[in-house]
């Protein structure tokens, strides 16, 4: 059973970083690609960002490009999103996703 659990949420000005974390409690998401998605308030939730089971495939939204960096450590069970240059655009609650399991999501805020 996949159990993803969520951190590194926070207030941050523009331009700073943060770097999410999502633990697989349940040591199930090794065979599946990780993603992220986040969701701004009164808007649906989109992807972000997206790394292959071997973590040598990776995909990003065009908004985040250059800025944001997944990666994933097999051997932790443990799935990142790197955040750089942070924008207020990028407020949202952020959620990591394997298979068909979602973590509980962490709040982003970046204040102008």
């Known amino acids: 059973q996949v159990q993803l659990v969520e951190s590194g949420g926070g207030l941050v000005q523009a331009g700073g970083a943060l770097r999410l974390s999502c633990v697989d409690s349940?040591?199930?998401?090794?065979?599946?690609?990780w993603n992220w998605f986040r969701q701004a308030p009164g808007k649906d939730r989109e992807p972000v960002a997206a790394i292959s089971p071997n973590a040598i495939s990776t995909n990003y939204a065009d908004s985040v490009k250059g800025r944001f960096t997944v990666a994933r450590d097999n051997a932790k069970n443990t799935g990142y999103l790197q955040m750089n240059n942070l924008q207020p655009e990028d407020t949202a609650v952020y959620y990591c996703?394997?298979?068909?399991?979602w973590g509980q999501g962490t709040q982003v805020t970046v204040s102008a």
């Open positions: 349940g040591r199930a998401c090794t065979s599946y690609q």
């Open positions: 996703q394997c298979h068909t399991s």
